[in-house]
């Protein structure tokens, strides 16, 4: 296995990380300058009152099982944004290192990197080809000053997804040069493995997910980088030891047991159905110029007039996302899949307009 941890920032893998209060959870808590008493209209089991236990064990342990992945390879964080930010703090050094990201995508690769005061090489998606990862510019764009290479499948806004092969391909030809970020907050919808499998095979490899999407959580704010022990233990150094609060604890929690995994699967499905049911409909209309195939909770649309497609939806009250400033989406708007009512409001709005 080759070492990524050259590829780290040097005086991260040299920091000493924050010491928090010891968690005894046999022993009453007077160490930690908490409140004695929980404040009025705390419903939680654990109470707010109390410090939340840092990467709580039973939280890694239900992900690492619901992932498929030992609890070693699993960081939790207040959704995959904070794995992001974190995974450009601990690789790029501000000033002289980069990322490479495959535009049209989620645009928190770029804010995270600017942040940082990382560089940003862009690799576009190739439109002809179903948003396809371009090997060749890729490889010709590629530099030892690329730290991470982002790759979002399935793509948020595109929902195409990237080829297997090709994703493997990248890996092993970046071995021990860049670690390659595979985004897969959207693979639940998707009939395609987790990357998260092969974790063991791909030492360069940090896969994210989150609980956002299909779980219905994104207000509890939790995902999780899926890598090898030694990435993950460069990132606990680096998160704030309280990162997730007691309520996202719970809430994940009480969302993951057997029965409330089933009940998600049951609602993937059901939102499956409905995608291409709203396909069928948006097709049928004049103004729609394209519906893009899509692996995910949502809709890329092409319109004659996108403009007036998105005013036609918020005088209706329903609010689908502009993305016509990304490149190559001119004249697009991405749809989020909700319930049958809200799908077939919008496509009334839609055919009356
Ligand atoms: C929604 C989304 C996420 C999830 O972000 P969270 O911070 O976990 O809510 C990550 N990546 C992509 C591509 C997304 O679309």
């Known amino acids: 296995m080759t070492s990524v941890l050259p590829l780290a920032r040097p005086e991260i893998a040299a920091l000493e990380p924050y010491s928090h209060a010891r968690w005894e959870p046999s022993l009453e808590r007077l160490h930690a300058n908490e409140n004695p008493w929980r404040a009025p209209g705390d419903a939680t089991l654990g109470g707010l009152n109390r410090y939340p236990e840092p990467q709580p064990h039973e939280l890694l342990e239900r992900l690492a099982r619901l992932y498929g992945v030992d609890p070693a390879q699993v960081l939790a964080g207040r959704g995959s944004d904070e794995g992001i930010d974190l995974l450009v703090r601990g690789f790029c050094r501000a000033g002289q290192d980069s990322v490479l990201i495959c535009p049209p995508t989620f645009g928190m690769y770029k804010v995270a990197a600017r942040i940082q005061g990382a560089g940003v090489v862009e690799v576009p998606l190739d439109p002809d080809r179903g948003f396809a990862l371009d090997e060749t510019r890729l490889w010709s764009a590629w530099h030892p000053g690329i730290k991470l290479v982002f790759l979002c499948t399935p793509n948020n806004p595109t929902g195409s997804s990237l080829d297997p092969a090709v994703i493997e391909r990248v890996l092993r030809r970046l071995d021990g040069r860049s670690i390659v970020v595979v985004d897969e907050a959207y693979v639940e919808f998707t ?148 319930t049958p009512d809200q799908n077939d409001r919008l496509a009334a709005a839609l055919e009356a307009a």
């Open 191 to 338: 009939a395609v493995d987790s990357l998260a499998g092969r974790l063991g095979e791909f030492p360069n490899l940090a896969v994210l997910r989150t609980l956002s999407k299909a779980y219905a959580l994104a207000g509890a704010r939790c995902g999780a980088v899926l890598a090898a022990p030694e990435i993950i233990g460069l990132l606990r150094r680096m998160i704030p030891p309280y990162a997730l609060s007691v309520a996202t604890i719970e809430a994940v929690l009480a969302a993951t047991t057997p029965e409330g995994l089933e009940e998600a699967c049951r609602r993937v499905g059901l939102l499956l159905d409905e995608r291409e049911r709203l396909r069928g409909r948006l097709e049928a209309l004049p103004g729609v110029r394209r519906v893009y195939p899509s692996n995910a909770n949502f809709l890329l649309v092409g319109f004659h007039d996108a403009g007036r497609a998105l005013d036609a939806g918020i005088r209706r009250h329903l609010l689908v996302r502009d993305v016509r400033g990304q490149a190559g989406l001119g004249d697009c708007l991405r749809i989020t899949i909700g």
